[in-house]
């Protein structure tokens, strides 16, 4: 079999790419290099290609690809408010122009990669996959649009999909030499591995009086190793059923951004100063999934999930990261 990942230079795409490379398959990567790093697709073909470039796309899709895995969008809710037409052309109408030349050449198998932003703010944590679709921020409406997207190309052209909605993707490979480098950083795993390395001089929390434990959102935290592997268990059962299909991506269990900061003092022995801010627009105070699909039908289970494993990793390439600038 032979998959193209698209996005593949990216934080989770490369991390695939390493599971990917345990395994029989042949495997190419497409990226256009606009967030991702090159040196991750090494020992694999690479084609430099703008989603947005519909004739190189068309020539690339020639190659007899059977199923492919789509990683590139832009992630960054809050920008998604500010530019939402940056975030409609790329995660959407892109996404259409590689699902065409797809149908085109007849590659009918897709594995996209789907949010828990998909859910909005939604009742009570764990929230299952049957939960209502409501976004409540551009982001997440570009996510639920391609999930939609999608049913009407399977029921019209048989292209037959698997969404994975992850929850908050975190953590570095456990091997120490790929990891999360977002630029400008977001996401609070990192941020507060910076306050704790000096890179930064304290974590913002956006805001402590949600009605939850502390005060503070709480997230499902998932190491990127684990959504690797559950991309993997994906993929084989996509090949052999053949049926589309949705599954959340997350560990069961919610932890506080104050917990989190406990967890990285500990395990980084340092003190991290904290600066207290009003909330971020468009964060919902809960998203913890319920990840019982994923588990009974793919038989997936979350290794590397806990924590102290997440936050040590992330910590090991934060210090590589310092070194390095
Ligand atoms: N947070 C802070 N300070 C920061 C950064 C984040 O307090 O400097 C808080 C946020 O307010 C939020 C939590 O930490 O409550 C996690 O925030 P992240 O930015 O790390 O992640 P999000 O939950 O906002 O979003 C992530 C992905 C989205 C995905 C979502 C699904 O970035 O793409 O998880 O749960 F949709």
Redesign the pocket.
């Given at each position: 079999m032979k998959i193209l990942v698209v996005g593949g230079a990216g934080y989770i795409g490369s991390h695939m790419l390493r599971r990917l490379q345990k395994t029989n398959y042949k495997v190419e990567v497409l990226d256009n290099l606009s967030t991702g790093y090159e040196e991750n697709t090494l020992g694999f073909q690479f084609h430099k290609c703008d989603l947005a470039n519909k004739d190189q796309l068309n020539s690339i899709l020639q190659n007899n690809y059977d199923l492919v895995m789509h990683f590139a969008s832009y992630?960054n809710?809050g920008e998604s408010y500010l530019y939402p037409q940056k975030y409609y052309e790329n995660n959407v109408n892109n996404t259409m122009n590689l699902l065409n030349c797809m149908v085109d050449q007849k590659i009918l198998n897709f594995i996209f990669s789907s949010?828990?932003?998909v859910y909005g703010d939604p009742g009570p944590s764990p929230i299952s996959e049957e939960e209502n679709i409501n976004p409540v921020n551009p982001?997440g409406q570009t996510k639920a649009m391609v999930e939609n997207i999608l049913k009407d190309y399977d029921r019209a052209y048989g292209l037959k999909s698997t969404c994975l909605r992850?929850?908050?993707a975190c953590g570095a490979h456990l091997d120490g030499t790929i990891g999360e480098s977002h630029n400008p950083e977001?996401?609070?795993i990192p941020?507060v591995l910076q306050a704790a390395s000096g890179r930064k001089n304290s974590?913002?929390?956006?805001g402590d009086d949600y009605t939850t434990k502390d005060g503070t959102?709480i997230?499902d935290y998932i190491h990127v190793m684990d959504l690797a592997e559950a991309h993997l268990l994906a993929l084989d059962s996509l090949r052999s059923k053949q049926i589309s299909n949705i599954y959340n991506i997350g560990n069961n269990i919610g932890f506080s951004?104050k917990e989190i900061i406990e967890i990285a003092e500990d395990v980084t022995q340092r003190k991290i100063k904290i600066n207290i801010e009003s909330r971020?627009k468009g964060?919902p105070a809960q998203?913890v999934a319920n990840n019982k699909k994923i588990k009974e039908e793919l038989n997936w289970t979350a290794q590397y999930s806990d924590l102290k494993t997440i936050i040590s990793s992330a910590w090991q390439w934060e210090k590589k990261l310092l070194q390095s600038n």
């Open positions: 992630i809710v949010s828990a932003a982001y992850y929850f908050n977001t996401h609070l941020l974590i913002t929390v956006f959102c997230r951004v971020r964060d998203l």
